[in-house]
Every structure is written in structure tokens, then in C-alpha cells.
């Protein structure tokens, strides 16, 4: 066996030691009495139900596994169902354990899959402290009462205006608290590791594919400086006015910002049906329910189509069209070998799907997960090149 087969296999079973001891954990634990999405202004979350701990923790003391996907999916929630844990998806996720570059990633991989299968009263998010309540306490206090806008429908809130000064960032901005803690306490789509920290720096060009109300747009423009450039891809007119009076509100950072009114997809030029609202409206091929259409833009075509000579940034949070998008960014890839930031969380195969596209390349990339809620979304792959 060679050295990099070997270290593959300690690392696989590393992974389905790690992995058991979650959820023998989780079986029994209930975290029901924590606080939550509704703290945030978001629907509940529901809850698998309890009739099979038993039969959870039996399985788990026989190493079982199969038994135990077969009664997570016939007992689980909406957000699990259909979550196959070994059976069909097993062999990736001992591939994806293998594959991360730090223990934070592998860590964090574990604790994700187990929300998944068990959901929010039996695993505790490692987020889920003291401090982060105490910080969306700060931010809901600092959201302004009097100053606020109607948001999409499917929010059920509307935005309110808020200055980001006390986290250090010169920005105002029409939002939520949920976004205000992903996006600038949290830092979503910033990596520190050992080797690199991976998000936009000055003089860069970065692509911010799905802008929505702009606070990543705005986010990078204040990190690329006056001599960088951030492109933001937004294609529903609801959000669009809303990215416009957030810009509005800080000229200096617009005057950075290019606005591009399409969906990103692995073709260009395709007309593609919008269906959802606000943050969750999504382009597909199905016309049924459909509330519009677009027509799509691919990274590459873009990049040859402005000319432009470098892109050392690219975020993807597109609801589930990551995959599309970074078939569509391929030779943007090969040729700039940008830091990448890649939400994994619309369906459970992007989990492993994603950083598998991104390996194949063979680009050398060094792969990153980290997590920046409470509850089951917002988990974000990052990628920097060797």
C-alpha cells in the first residue's frame, strides 16, 4: 500500500470513529431547551421525532450504520429526509474527510452531517455559545426601529437599516440579524488557516455570484479597496432594488461595485425559469410554478467578454446552481486559479460533490469547510491553490 493509500485509510477510519461517537452522543442528547432559529426571526426548524432513540443508539452500539440510515429516513424531518449516511454516500464522505486540509474542516464535516441526520435537539452547532447570542443581541440592538424597508414576502420581516462601525466595518445597510452575524460577525466568506487567509484582499477583482440585498457585495468592496473591482451577479428585480438602496447608501463602496442582472450557470446565453422569492429564488429548466425567466451567464464567457486580466476571488451562494456555475468557471480556474468560497448547504450531495469537481480539476487547490450558523445552513467550502 503506498504512503498516500495508508494515510487515506487511517483517515477513513478516523472518520467513521469520529463520526459514531457524534452520534452516539446525539442519540440520547437533547438540546431542545437552547436557543434557536426563532431567536434569529426565522420559522422554527422542525425537529426530528424521538419515538426511535432506542433503536438510534442500538444500531449505533452495533456499528450498524445501514440500520441506522434506514431509521433516520423513515423518521426524519423535511431538512433530513432522504439523507442516505453510509449506504450511498459513505465512501464520499470518508473521500471529503481525507480530502480537507485542516482538522477544523474535518471537525466541522462530522458535526454537519450529524445535524443532518438527527437534526437541531440533538446536536449542538459548535456556533451555538454564549458569545454568538450575545452578539445577535448587539446587532438586533443596533438595528434601527424607524428606519426600515419591506423585504421579499418570504422573509416575513422587514429589513432595517443598521451601521456596521461596531464590528469594524465603514458600511450601513437595509438587513437582518441572521445576516448581519453570518456576513460580518461571523465572516462568512473569510478562511483563516495556517497556510493562507482566504478571502478578498486589496487591489483584487472579485466575483460575488448571487448578491441579493448586497451585503457581501459591499462586504468585499471595503476589503478590495479603491483599486479593486467586485462584480455581483443578481438577476430578481425585489432584490435588485434592494442591492440599489444599500449601494445608495455607500457611494464609495458602489463606485467599486459593477452590477450583472443574470443567474450564473455552466452555459451562457440560456433562458432558464426563476421560481421562489427574495434570497431563495433559484433559475431551472422547469416551467411549471415558474415566476419569471432569465437568461444565464457563464463565468467563463463573462471573464472573455470583459477582458479582464485576473479574478482572484470567486463566492457562490446560488441555491443550489454552485455545480452549474463552476462547470461554467473551468477555464476562469485553470487560468487565474482564484480563492474560491462555495456554499455547500442547498442540497446534501453538494457536501461532497462540490469539493469532488473541484479536486478533479487537478488545480491543486487546498479545500476548507467551515460552518457559520446555529441550524443546518450556511456551511461554505473553501479553496486556495498550493
Keep these: 500500500m503506498s504512503s498516500v493509500s495508508a494515510k487515506a485509510a487511517v483517515n477513513a477510519s478516523h472518520f467513521d470513529g469520529a463520526y459514531k461517537a457524534v452520534l452516539r452522543a446525539a442519540a440520547t442528547a437533547d438540546h431542545s431547551s437552547l436557543p ?84 437541531w435537539p440533538r446536536v449542538r452547532m459548535p456556533l451555538n455559545t454564549e ?16 428606519d ?35 456576513q460580518f460577525v461571523c465572516q462568512q466568506y473569510r478562511c483563516e488557516t495556517a497556510a493562507a487567509d482566504i478571502s478578498p484582499s486589496a487591489g483584487e477583482v472579485a466575483l460575488d455570484c448571487g ?37 445608495e447608501l455607500n457611494p464609495e463602496l458602489a463606485d467599486r461595485i459593477s452590477i450583472v442582472e443574470s443567474p450564473v450557470w455552466s452555459e451562457h446565453g440560456t433562458p432558464l425559469w426563476i421560481h421562489g422569492d427574495g434570497p431563495r429564488a433559484l433559475v431551472n429548466d422547469q416551467e411549471a410554478g415558474a415566476d419569471g425567466k432569465a437568461t444565464t451567464v457563464s463565468i467563463d464567457q463573462f471573464v ?39 456554499c455547500l448547504y442547498h442540497r446534501l450531495s453538494d457536501i461532497h460533490e462540490i469539493p469532488w469537481l473541484i479536486d478533479q480539476m487537478g488545480l491543486g487547490y487546498r479545500l476548507h469547510i467551515r460552518h457559520f450558523t446555529v441550524y443546518g445552513t450556511e456551511t461554505v467550502l473553501f479553496a486556495d491553490a498550493r
Design 36 to 119: 434557536h432559529r426563532e431567536q434569529l426571526g426565522l420559522a422554527p426548524e422542525r425537529a426530528n421525532r424521538k419515538s426511535s432513540i432506542r433503536k438510534v443508539a442500538g444500531a449505533l452500539r452495533r456499528g450498524d450504520l445501514s440500520a441506522l440510515s434506514r431509521l433516520i429516513s423513515k423518521e426524519a424531518d423535511a431538512q433530513a429526509r432522504g439523507f442516505d449516511l453510509v449506504s450511498s454516500a459513505m465512501g464520499r464522505w470518508r473521500w471529503l474527510y481525507d480530502a480537507v486540509s485542516d482538522d477544523t474542516s474535518r471537525d466541522i464535516l462530522i458535526f454537519v452531517l450529524a445535524y443532518r441526520a438527527l437534526g
Design 131 to 146: 458569545e454568538y447570542w450575545r452578539q445577535a443581541a448587539l446587532v438586533e440592538k443596533a438595528l434601527s426601529s424607524d
Design 211 to 247: 448578491a441579493c440585498f448586497g451585503d457581501t457585495a459591499l462586504n468585499f468592496a471595503s476589503k478590495v479597496g479603491p483599486q479593486g473591482r467586485v462584480f455581483t451577479f443578481e438577476f430578481l428585480p425585489v432584490n435588485l432594488a434592494i442591492l440599489a438602496r444599500n449601494l
Design 148 to 182: 426600515r424597508i419591506p423585504a421579499p414576502d418570504v422573509l416575513d420581516q422587514d429589513l432595517a437599516r443598521i451601521s456596521l462601525a461596531e464590528w469594524g466595518f465603514d458600511i450601513d445597510l437595509y438587513s437582518r440579524t441572521v445576516d448581519v452575524l453570518a
Design 304 to 342: 472573455a467578454d470583459r477582458d479582464l486580466d485576473r479574478v482572484d476571488f470567486i463566492k457562490m451562494d446560488i441555491e443550489g446552481a454552485e455545480l452549474d456555475a463552476l462547470r461554467g468557471a473551468a477555464e476562469t480556474l485553470r487560468r487565474f486559479k482564484p480563492r474560491l468560497a462555495i
